[in-house]
């Protein structure tokens, strides 16, 4: 008997969603390994016997308890009324938006619906964003200005870094070595805030319309992305718009004259203070820090205000998005208007929210692009670095993530393997070269934009903050120079290969109890094998290489979508793209030798399968 409480969908969000022109992706959620089948029935409600039609699902991706199942259809005169039957032998169920039953409906009603597809309803995020690399700069700690003056108001470069120090990083420092990130291969940066606050991490604004006088003016600002954009490389500039710092003149206005401050109301205030008894203001910060006080975002002339502020900056700077710190404790209708002023003025432009978890409710195409992937970079962790989990365990969360959230949304992802808010990746290897390297691997070879945390690239390390915002080294001496080639390597890997920036992904191998993992990279006629063995010892990997027929025609003539095919009709010939070797599947089973730490990247060869 199947689960029949395992079984799940709904329309909109990430279960049925406009990919492209009136394209719907529908996804249908079944228990693990129970079913041998999904099908779907879609059609015009208005017609459904004269409309309908039926096509196999398949197999897109699977976590610790479901399997999520997916097939692209076009809305019948831009309508979708659809249902779905789950096979299992002999048995077969219908399921719809309002039954469950063992006998097909005889009419369209309780079927699920995708209403209308409109244009104005789809999710797009920049197109750039999918073949970027980021790079994150922490500009106090990258790079002094070739002009900036000796200043004893600066630590010496290099030196132990504290939460109180700073380095004079600057923005003409960046300018200096912009041949540095070219050559790396960089096309995307991301800075973390520029604008005037007292701190070393600046997430505590004091002027949101001003360049911190440290890192330089704005003018600075808008020569430094202009060369960039020479360049070909993108900017980011992360904003805070959850709370501010106690300088903001607004909050200072509130704590002198409390209640009858024009600015009262920009801040949640539970407590005026009083002279007479000593009784302080008691207001909401971010998390527990007193110098950073929340801000009172349904306020709309605070609204309006930080709206302004955002499209100043696009306008001034022709800079390329945002990065919003803490973008879940702001209000949805905000995040709703900005997005209409930053597309406005830049269609292009780039919003990423900072967000830990579930983040679909921010996703719909109204407010963010996407998230930093930090649920997939836990488990990366854990799996590459420590050890802590299971190659089954890491394709769980990372097929669970996947599922989470439309196609379109996970190519936009910001995939990040250390930040400023993070110990640095080799510390976290345990200062394993090796370990690094794998993670870097998964890291660029996954979907979604690869951003690296600056001198992670040369083999810098560093634990929680302030160690892990330690001074860029630029001494040649005291890179990692090996390494530095290795994340070279691994762009132009991502850049040659369309398969690894927009193609479908899929694990071929994930043990339970092992630490040898392999996942498939596929587009069009392009398929790319990674596989990676997160141990000390040799290992042999035995993969079942099943192919994925075309989809079925509209009369579902054709065989199922992407249906495996019997094993031996064809073998295959790949090639590892490091050594050149060929290897050959024989019946559908490619065999693939990996030493301890070690990776391999195979690339099937067009032509030249076995006859």
């Known amino acids: 008997m199947m689960n029949l409480e395992a079984l799940y969908h709904r329309h909109k969000q990430n279960w049925a969603f406009i990919y492209h022109g009136k394209a719907v992706k529908v996804r249908m959620r079944t228990m693990r390994d129970d079913v041998q089948a999904v099908e779907m029935s879609w059609g015009d409600k208005y017609d459904w016997y004269g409309t309908v039609r039926h096509r196999p699902m398949y197999k897109l991706i699977s976590d610790a308890r479901y399997d999520y199942w997916e097939t692209e259809v076009e809305a019948c005169n831009g309508r979708l009324s659809y249902r779905f039957a789950v096979v299992d032998g002999e048995e077969r169920i219908y399921y719809g938006e ?39 700069i922490f500009p106090d700690r990258f790079a002094r200005g070739s002009h900036a003056a000796p200043s004893d108001r600066f630590a010496v470069w290099g030196s132990v870094p504290t939460k109180q120090n700073t380095f004079g990083g600057d923005l003409q420092g960046v300018l200096d070595h912009l041949d540095y990130l070219t050559d790396l291969g960089i096309t995307a940066i991301y800075f973390t805030p520029l604008f005037q606050a007292p701190s070393s991490h600046k997430y505590d604004t004091q002027d949101y319309y001003a360049v911190d006088p440290q890192f330089g003016t704005t003018e600075l ?43 009262a109301d920009w801040f949640h205030i539970s407590q005026w203070a ?53 973008a879940n404790e702001v209000n949805h209708r905000f995040w709703r208007a900005f997005r209409d002023t930053v597309k406005a003025i830049k269609p292009e432009a780039y919003i990423l929210g900072e967000i830990f978890h579930d983040a679909m409710a921010w996703l719909g195409g109204d407010q963010l692009d996407a998230v930093m992937d930090y649920p997939v970079r836990d488990i990366a962790i854990k799996f590459f670095a420590t050890q802590r989990v299971d190659a089954r365990m890491f394709a769980d969360i990372v097929g669970q993530q996947l599922a989470s959230y439309p196609q379109q949304v996970n190519e936009a992802s910001f995939q990040l393997l250390g930040s400023h808010d993070t110990p640095r990746l080799l510390t976290l290897c345990g200062g394993s070269i090796a370990k690094l390297k794998l993670a870097a691997l998964f890291q660029f070879t996954y979907i979604g ?37 290795f994340y070279r390597e691994l762009i132009v890997l991502r850049k040659t290969h369309e398969a690894l920036r927009s193609g479908t992904f899929r694990f071929l191998h994930a043990p339970a109890g092992g630490y040898e993992l392999a996942y498939e990279r596929r587009a069009g006629e392009e398929r790319l094998i990674l596989a990676m063995n ?17 989809q079925a025609d509209d009369d579902g003539a054709a065989s199922a979508a992407y249906a495996e095919i ?46």
Not at 115 to 127: F, K, L, M, Q
Not at 319 to 326: A, N, P, Q, T, Y
Not at 534 to 550: H, I
Not at 587 to 608: D, H, M, N, T
């Open 566 to 611: 019997a094993a031996g009709v064809e073998d295959d010939v790949w090639e590892d793209l490091r050594t050149g070797e060929t290897i050959r599947s024989s019946e559908g089973l490619l065999a693939v030798e990996l030493e301890a730490y070690g990776s391999r990247i195979l690339k099937r060869k067009r032509g030249e399968a076995a006859r």
């Open 221 to 263: 600002l808008r020569q430094l992305v202009a060369a960039c954009h020479e360049r070909g490389i993108r900017v980011m500039l992360d904003i805070v718009f959850n709370h501010t710092g106690s300088l903001f003149p607004p909050f200072r206005d509130v704590a002198e004259k409390g209640a009858h401050s024009p600015y």
């Open 449 to 485: 934009a690869p951003c690296i945390y600056y001198g992670d690239e040369i083999g810098m390390s560093g634990d929680n903050d302030p160690d892990n915002r330690r001074c860029m080294i630029w001494e040649t001496s005291q890179q990692n120079l090996e390494l530095l080639g």
């Open 274 to 326: 009083d002279a007479e008894t000593g009784q302080p203001m008691i207001y909401e910060t971010f998390g527990y820090e007193p110098d950073l006080p929340k801000l009172n975002m349904v306020n709309d002339r605070l609204g309006r205000y930080l709206l302004e502020v955002a499209a100043h900056w696009l306008k001034t700077t022709d800079i390329d998005g945002f990065r919003l710190d803490v």
């Open 98 to 136: 309002r039954w469950c039953a063992a006998e097909e409906p005889p009419d369209s009603f309780g079927n699920f619906e995708y209403p209308y597809v409109s244009a104005a309803d789809g999710i797009h995020p920049p197109e750039w964003v999918k073949d970027a690399v980021f790079y994150q």
């Open 534 to 550: 997160v141990s000390s010892q040799p290992s042999r990997l035995l993969l079942a290489l099943p192919d994925r027929a075309r």
